[in-house]
């Protein structure tokens, strides 16, 4: 008689697992590149996004000054390490080139920045050309002032009455991510002193 046949026996094939350690260690890797990445592209998503903003608040400011002749004004605070950058639109309370210091300034409009974007410097110069945003952030900003004549002044030029607003040689806003050294989120809008026009420019240099 045929002896019977033994069934054979099943192997079950799997990883290993220094095999799985390996593959978990590249995962991880990739993984870390991958938001690393998502980061980068989030700073200067945001840094864009302020700069833009700022853009537009300007060229409203001027329109609107253009349009009821009553002066406009841009401030932005500092960043610190508590409170983010913030710009303020605030419209001027006695009509045409009244003197700065009689009337009082009521908001309009506020733009909150991200925590990863923000003002870095503002500068009384018409950086076209260059840039002289500093090697450190800013602690305290100029503010721009929007006139009924089409122009823009950047400072109060005395502190007696009356108190009119100097005329301006221009007036540049750099704007970054709050590392401020990453060059591809680096953003600056100057205004033009004579027509109040901004204009915004990826680069600082």
């Known amino acids: 008689m045929p002896s ?7 192997t079950h094939s799997g990883f290993t697992l ?5 593959v978990i260690a590249i995962v991880g890797v990739m993984a870390a590149i991958a938001m690393a990445a998502l980061g980068r592209s989030g700073d200067a998503e945001n840094a864009a996004a302020l700069a833009r ?14 349009s009821d002749g009553i002066q406009r004004r841009i401030a ?19 009509p045409g080139m009244a003197p ?3 009337g009082t300034w009521i908001a309009e409009q ?40 089409g122009t823009i002044c950047d400072a109060l030029s005395s502190s007696t009455t009356p108190n009119p607003c100097t005329y301006s040689t221009g007036m540049t806003f750099y704007i970054s991510d709050t590392v ?7 953003y600056k809008i100057y205004v033009y002193p004579t ?5 915004m420019v990826n680069r600082w240099n």
């Open 110 to 149: 506020r733009l909150d920045a991200s925590s990863h974007a923000t003002v870095w410097s503002v500068t009384k110069t018409l950086d076209v050309t260059t840039s002289n945003a500093g090697g450190t952030q800013a602690t305290s900003f100029t503010s721009l002032y929007f006139r009924p004549d």
């Open 76 to 94: 932005c605070t500092p960043a610190t390490a508590l409170v983010k950058t913030s710009c303020t639109v605030s419209k001027y309370s006695l």
């Open 53 to 66: 903003s700022l853009q537009t608040a300007m060229m409203t400011a001027r329109s609107a000054t253009l």
């Open 18 to 22: 220094p095999e799985l350690m390996a």
């Open 195 to 199: 027509t109040g026009m901004p204009r």
């Open 100 to 102: 700065l210091t009689t």
């Open 4 to 10: 019977r046949l033994r069934p054979r026996r099943r």
């Open 180 to 186: 401020g050294t990453n060059t591809s989120n680096q």
